[in-house]
């Protein structure tokens, strides 16, 4: 939506309209132009033959700068194991390129206002504008191949954005605009800023830094964003700065787009995802210190709740999006079935392949983003102090993203097609085994375990990875319903000779099973309960049916559980 005031002025300037702005910006007495010492230090990064005491002398000319910079060269930030007590001496010890960006990034920081005034949230501005100078540094140094500077991505990052703050000067006295374009993002503030006022903030960028005689790479990286900074043919430096444009964006933004990030980084720089969650958490590490000495005001605390909170609100947003792929399927396998009479193998096929290519599906449109967001939080819940909001976020996070990763592993399998790989097994030493490997998880509840195995091996033509699977998901889920501390699960083997059958009987003392999982487990056409408690119990089913098992279930309340399985021995 745009503000009433900017509708009014709703008009292309023309270049004469651009040029009177513009003049306006660096002229403004409301805004300053750069310092003096900042030019220097501009200039002596143009300057082959400027050494490091021509730097040193231009820094010393000013003492509060010296001493924020010598205050700063001591910080935890470059964590030197020596005490710095002049410049020379940081230089000597960081190099010239460093020191001489670090003096430039305070003096760039002095000249604009840190407060919130009118529509424009100056501390927000900075604040982002640092966030987004150590991600693009840290993105220069981790690139491949590494063909940019990464201190000079640092100051590419730091005013990547400069232009907005001059464009909000020079027009919200004569509009009284809200300038909405600060919320947005860059895609979308470039068209807003046009429309309403006939030039962008980047223009006016292009225009600043021009006549403060930055070089050519960092004008470049003002010129291009979006798709068009990540063309073949664009500055290295315009990739890597765009990218943490991007990255910023995807942390302090609307929405935690981790995933495209992830596919753009690993596409234009080479780095995988682990690799850039370390850089962002990495960020949040750093900022407090740089901060400090900019006169930024900044909370890494608060910010990484902030992110933690957007990280669960993303997260039920996944969930929320699977289950209602998963309903809207379901609903379209149901359709199917009613419409027909008779079910021919070749229909029956044809539904199966429907089911399973779509599930599958689901899993690969969920699995990204899940595996982005998750693995981001996890790594950033270390950096939290203290009990508080942020470390309840982290353990919402750690349970749902567990929950749906174990979900997205069973659509996984479900969809799959199963392919058993028939031997003879003991049936009773398969299921000795599965429950041993479980004696941890009885133990912790402390389940006594009941077996009426007979004394004969009983062979069994099955797939054995299968069966394993299907009896470590009831013991699992019987171990769900039983109390703790007097839990108690017998499991039951009996030939039946004369039927030419084996029965496994798993009875419980728990609460009686509810229906969603009982139907999940007995009836092979899925709905929308079938996903309520995972695909684990569907997948049990389809295995036991591919052995031409069946299944009942019996649960009174009061009177607990029992499951009988029943095989043929042939």
């Given amino acids: ?36 010492l ?65 003096a430039l990034s305070l003096s760039l920081r002095d000249t604009f206002p840190l407060a919130k005034k009118g529509g424009m949230d100056y501390n927000l501005f900075w604040k982002t504008s640092l966030y987004r100078a150590l991600i693009a540094q840290d993105f ?26 001059m464009l909000y000067e020079a027009v919200s006295k004569e509009t009284g605009v809200e300038f909405l374009s ?20 980047r223009e006016v960028g292009r225009f600043v830094l021009a006549r403060w005689r930055f070089s050519e790479d960092l004008i470049q990286t003002q010129r291009w964003f979006g798709p068009e900074a990540l063309e073949p043919d664009k500055p290295r430096i315009c990739k890597v700065v765009d990218l943490a444009r991007r990255a910023t964006e995807a942390v302090f933004g609307r929405n935690l787009g981790l995933h495209a990030l992830h596919e753009l980084v690993k596409s234009h720089l080479q ?49 929320g999006s699977m289950e209602d792929s998963l309903r809207r399927l379901l609903s379209h396998v149901s359709q199917f079935d009613r419409s027909l009479d008779r079910l021919s193998e070749e229909m029956a096929q044809r539904r199966r392949d429907i089911l399973q290519n779509t599930l599958d599906a689901v899993a690969h449109e969920i699995r990204n983003p899940l595996l982005a967001i998750g693995g981001f939080a996890r790594r950033l819940t270390g950096q939290i102090g203290g009990e508080g909001r942020g470390k309840e976020y982290a353990r919402i996070i750690e349970k749902e993203s567990t929950r749906l990763e174990s979900i997205l592993k069973e659509i996984t399998e479900y969809s799959r097609l199963y392919e058993p790989e028939f031997s003879v097994e003991d049936l009773v030493e398969l299921i000795a085994g599965v ?20 004394q004969q091996p009983v062979p069994l033509r099955m ?11 009831l013991f699992t889920n019987a171990a769900r319903m039983v109390p703790q501390d007097e839990g108690r699960l017998i499991v039951s083997v009996q030939p039946l000779e004369g039927r030419g059958e084996v029965a496994v009987e798993i009875s419980d003392n728990g609460g009686p099973i509810p229906e969603d999982l009982r139907s999940a487990f007995l009836d092979s056409n899925l709905s929308a309960k079938s996903f309520h408690g995972g695909l684990g119990l569907p997948l049990a089913r389809k295995i036991i049916e591919v052995h031409h098992g069946r299944i009942e279930i019996e649960a009174k ?14």
Avoid: Y
């Avoid at 050494?51 to 820094?59: Q, T």
């Avoid at 797939?463 to 998901?473: A, E, H, P, T, Y």
């Fill in 463 to 473: 797939d054995g990875d299968g069966i394993r699977q299907v009896f470590r998901q």
């Fill in 140 to 165: 220069s140094s981790l690139a491949k191949p590494k063909t940019t500077d990464g201190e000079e991505a640092f100051v590419a990052g730091l005013i990547l954005e400069i232009g907005m703050p």
């Fill in 271 to 319: 780095l995988e995802s682990h690799q850039v969650h370390e850089v962002l958490s990495g960020a949040f590490e750093k900022v407090d210190i740089l901060a400090e000495q900019l006169r930024i005001d900044v909370d890494s605390q608060k910010d990484i709740v902030a992110l933690m909170e957007k990280a669960n609100q993303a997260l039920a947003r996944i969930s």
């Fill in 1 to 36: 939506m745009i503000s009433v005031a900017a509708a009014r002025w709703k008009c292309p300037l023309g270049e004469a309209g651009k040029t009177k702005l513009l003049k306006k910006i660096t002229e403004s007495g409301v805004l300053a132009s750069l310092s003096p």
């Fill in 182 to 201: 600060q919320n947005l993002a860059l895609e979308e503030a470039i068209p807003w800023e046009e429309q309403s006022f006939g030039i962008n903030h």
């Fill in 557 to 570: 309340q009061g009177e607990g559980n029992k499951i009988l399985l029943q095989f043929p021995m042939k």
């Fill in 38 to 102: 900042a030019i220097q230090l501009v200039e002596l990064a143009a300057d082959d033959e400027s050494s490091a005491s021509d730097l040193a002398a231009v820094i010393e000319k000013d003492p509060g700068l010296t001493t924020r910079l010598l205050k700063l060269v001591g910080s935890a930030f470059f964590s030197l194991e020596h005490r710095v007590n002049s410049i020379s001496h940081a230089i000597t010890l960081l190099g010239f390129k460093r020191v001489r960006i670090m």
């Fill in 435 to 454: 429950l041993e490997e479980m004696t941890d998880d009885f133990e912790q509840k402390k389940i006594q375990v009941v077996c009426d195995f007979p």
